[in-house]
């Protein structure tokens, strides 16, 4: 089969599927003839395995270990549940800072320095806001597309 059969067996995109062969989750054979991609059944259930994870937020290099039988199937489930759990935390985080901001008139009337201290207090006492810090990783990936 070919990259573009298995992205609608699938449904995982192209540049995905790419993706994760240089991260080396998936070892498609290439034609000796064209150098084309030739997967296997083995390897879209590799895939749907992948999608199965990635959906669930696993990070990339945790399926590989996953896969490749480096990790333990239900320690790598307890470590996402872990991840998530803070995730939701830190969600809650946001949430109730919004709930506070939001009793503000306008954005006209917010002292940034006041809330920006307060969120670096909250911080310091546990607290996760966004990483605005990533915005740059979020240009940096649009430009190379």
């Given amino acids: 089969m070919n990259i573009q059969e298995i992205e609608k067996l699938t449904g995982v995109p192209k540049q995905n599927i790419r993706y994760y062969e240089k991260e080396g989750l998936i070892h498609p054979e290439r034609n000796s003839e ?4 030739q997967f296997t059944e083995k390897d879209v259930e590799r895939i749907k395995l992948i999608k199965l994870f990635r959906k669930l937020d ?3 290099s945790g399926i590989a270990e996953l896969l490749d ?3 333990n199937l239900s320690d790598a ?3 996402q549940i872990d991840r998530l759990e803070k995730q939701s935390q830190d969600l809650k985080d946001c949430i109730a800072f ?3 901001l939001e009793k503000e008139e306008a954005v006209a009337s917010i ?3 006041y809330y920006l201290q307060d969120m670096q207090e909250k911080e310091k006492s546990g607290n996760r806001f966004f990483d605005f810090l990533s915005d ?5 990936h649009a430009e190379w597309q």
């Fill in 69 to 71: 039988g480096k990790a």
């Fill in 98 to 100: 919004c709930k506070v």
């Fill in 34 to 37: 064209n150098g084309y991609r």
């Fill in 58 to 60: 696993f990070p990339v």
């Fill in 136 to 140: 740059v990783k979020e240009v940096y």
């Fill in 77 to 79: 489930v307890n470590e």
């Fill in 111 to 113: 002292d940034a320095d």
